[in-house]
């Protein structure tokens, strides 16, 4: 069974920096372009960014480019998002979530995402 496992959520200042890890099993997690995916409190859920199987090409979000980082290790099959310089509006619940399309589609739609974690809090807060 597909399970995807997420951690290092918490509570942050503004500025501060935190690791989110995402724990794959139950499939091929290399023959997989992987995203995370967040959802602020009341909002939507917005795309933040997406690595190909093989971490040679990656996206993010506007708001977040040269702020996170994504990124896995195929060996381990983890997938992670180094998020630096946080910013209140970072706030909401992040997930991590299995591609059905090429990386480079950078929206969540009906058919983009079959499998997602539990989701985990970040909330970045004076």
């Known amino acids: 069974e597909v399970q995807l496992v997420e951690s290092g959520g918490g509570l942050v200042q503004p500025g501060g920096s935190l690791r989110l890890s995402c724990a794959a099993s139950g499939f091929t997690f290399s023959d997989y372009a992987m995203s995370w995916v967040r959802q602020a409190p009341g909002k939507g859920l917005e795309w933040v960014s997406s690595?190909?199987?093989?971490?040679?090409?990656?996206s993010y979000v506007d708001s977040a480019k040269g702020r996170f980082t994504i990124s896995r290790d195929n060996a381990k099959n983890t997938l992670y998002l180094q998020m630096n310089s946080l910013k209140p509006e970072d706030t909401a619940v992040y997930y991590c979530a299995r591609k059905e399309t090429p990386w480079y589609i950078d929206y969540v739609g009906k058919t983009e995402y079959e499998y997602w974690g539990q989701g985990t809090q970040v909330t970045v807060s004076s």
């Open positions: 690595i190909r199987r093989d971490a040679g090409a990656k």
